[in-house]
């Protein structure tokens, strides 16, 4: 009788075994469950949109076109503040053709600072001497021969690389009219979102560039080469009837 007894009291603990071991398998299967759904909740217009422009997984690095790049950014701005070191005192300078402290005071009194906005404003002698002129034009030639010669960047370089050419271009009046001067602020805004951040390290081989990114500048270069047709067509008979 005592067998019989510990034998239905060791079938009940089993049963409750079982009991709780059910309950407690029901939570991993509403687990199961959830996680089955995730995927479709993922399928949302955002999702989509950042799995088009933002995804790295390429199987093209572009990894000697970022270096060229970099480098023929520097070259490009190496000369370009290089000719201003030497070419907007003479012509915007404070004795130039066109001084551009006249250009910016009524600037200033039209429209205000930021209906142009330049570091100009802000440095002191633009009336006395061209000292503003060359320095901001001397360190944006250090900047790109540094870029030319070391091919390391970040975005903080490309932007401040980015104001002392605007700042120019706004105050550059009729010899910084140009469309190649947009261009160049353009490509170096875009630059700034291919190179990290704040260091200096080389490139990574291995990190390739945002899909959305690689877009722009195609885009850009598409934009160009439309708009240059665009103004030939428009600009003269000559160009209309392909003479």
């Not at 404070?94 to 600072?113: D, F, T």
């Not at 070391?150 to 009729?174: M, Y």
């Not at 439309?226 to 003479?243: E, N, P, S, T, V």
């Amino acid at each position: 009788m005592e067998l019989i007894r510990r034998k239905s009291q060791i079938d009940k603990i089993n049963e409750n075994n079982t009991t709780t071991s059910i309950k407690s398998s029901n939570p991993t299967e509403k687990r199961k469950n959830s996680d089955d759904i995730m995927p479709t909740e993922k399928n949302t217009i955002l999702f989509r949109l950042q799995k088009i422009f933002l995804d790295q997984n390429s199987s093209n690095t572009y990894f000697y076109t970022r270096i060229l790049f970099i480098r023929l950014l520097g070259l490009v701005y190496t000369f370009s503040f290089l000719a201003a070191y030497h070419q907007a005192p003479v012509l915007i300078g404070y004795q130039g053709l066109y001084p551009a402290y006249i250009h910016m005071k009524r600037m200033k009194e039209r429209y205000g600072i930021w209906q142009s906005p330049s570091i100009f404003y802000f440095l002191p002698s633009m009336e006395t001497s061209d000292i503003s002129l060359r320095t901001i034009c001397g360190s944006g030639t250090l900047l790109g021969l540094f870029l030319l010669f070391t091919g390391r960047c970040n975005s903080i370089i490309l932007f401040i690389l980015w104001c002392f050419h605007t700042s120019l271009h706004n105050i550059g009046q009729l010899f910084y009219g140009y469309g190649w001067e947009t261009q160049i602020l353009e490509t170096t805004f875009l630059g700034m979102f291919l190179v990290p951040l704040y260091s200096l390290s080389k490139i990574n081989r291995q990190s390739p560039p945002s899909i959305l990114f690689i877009f722009l500048m195609r885009f850009l270069i598409a934009r160009i080469m439309l708009g240059a047709g665009l103004i030939k067509i428009r600009g003269d008979q000559c160009w209309r009837d392909c003479k």
